[in-house]
């Protein structure tokens, strides 16, 4: 089996003032700024983007934004362009989480286009994938899962899908306390790489980084990475306090 090494992302959401964030990042660079047994990254606002990044430098700690738009540029108030993501300072993007879908209606199409924006501006998407508990009661995951995936990786050749890292989030388990058990997320993370082997090849497969979201904590993460197609984690809560994101981190 290749080597991935993990990732453990934090997503803060709409959580914290460019204070705040500055206060918890400049926390977490003295925690885990060196760890170099796991990749690590947060996403804040983008009001904060800028100002944590000066923060992040000199340490191993990448930053993510948590959304953006498919243009580098236009008449698109209230937006935000890959370059102007890079401009400062973002290595990652998240893209297609849920909560964008549910609550703004995103598509995957849009959700396509981004993933495909991201790349030609040299970020890594994390593109998030989940079933609701409605379509998981009614046995489902997996043919929304095949849709999402499908729409959502069309036209990217070998190398761009090589950028990307997908995290599968069950809709039920974010920001509820549910988490999908070890062996839930187990099996659709091997349906997902499954997937990837017949959209790709082998290789793209085997190297592809697929990280679990949805109520992770200190309590459960060890059990999470433990299973042998997990490959990182996306926290959202329990990311915002830097002494407990911190002990995600360490959790080997």
Same mark, same amino acid.
């Given at each position: ?5 993990? +990732? ?26 060196? $760890? *170099? ?7 804040? #606002? ?17 930053? #993510?934004?948590?959304?953006? !738009? ?8 209230? @937006? $935000? #362009? #890959? ?11 998240? +893209?297609? !989480? ?21 790349? @030609?501006? &040299? ?6 994938? &989940? ?6 009661? +009614? ?29 599968? @989030? ?5 920001? *509820? ?10 099996? $659709? !993370? ?23 979201? &949805? ?7 060890? &059990? ?29």
């Amino acid at each position: 089996m290749a080597e991935r090494k993990p +990732l453990i992302a934090g997503n803060w959401k709409m959580f914290k003032t460019g204070d705040e964030a500055l206060e918890t990042s400049k926390k977490l660079a003295d925690l885990v700024g060196q $760890v *170099t047994t796991v990749d690590m990254m947060i996403a804040p #606002s983008y009001t904060s983007l800028a100002m944590v990044s000066t923060i992040l430098q000199n340490t191993n700690i990448g930053l #993510s934004a948590q959304n953006m !738009h498919w243009e580098n540029k236009g008449a698109y108030t209230g @937006e $935000v #362009s #890959s370059k102007m993501l890079v401009s400062a300072g973002c290595q990652y993007v998240i +893209l297609g !989480h849920s909560e964008r879908r549910q609550y703004f209606n995103e598509t995957d199409d849009q959700i396509n286009k981004k993933i495909h924006a991201a790349i @030609e501006s &040299g970020l890594k998407p994390v593109f998030c994938v &989940g079933e609701t508990e409605n379509e998981r009661n +009614l046995n489902k995951t997996f043919s929304v899962l095949d849709n999402q995936i499908e729409i959502g990786l069309k036209g990217l050749d070998i190398d761009q899908s090589k950028k990307v890292i997908i995290a599968y @989030e069950p809709v039920w388990a974010i920001g *509820t306390g549910k988490s999908a058990t070890d062996d839930q997320a187990q099996e $659709v !993370h091997a349906y997902l790489r499954k997937c990837m082997v017949n959209m790709f090849n082998d290789e793209i497969a085997s190297t592809m980084r697929i990280l679990y979201g &949805g109520s992770v904590k200190p309590n459960n993460i060890k &059990g999470i990475m433990a299973m042998p197609d997990i490959d990182g984690a996306l926290v959202g809560g329990a990311s915002l306090d830097a002494d407990q994101f911190s002990s995600i981190i360490k959790y080997q």
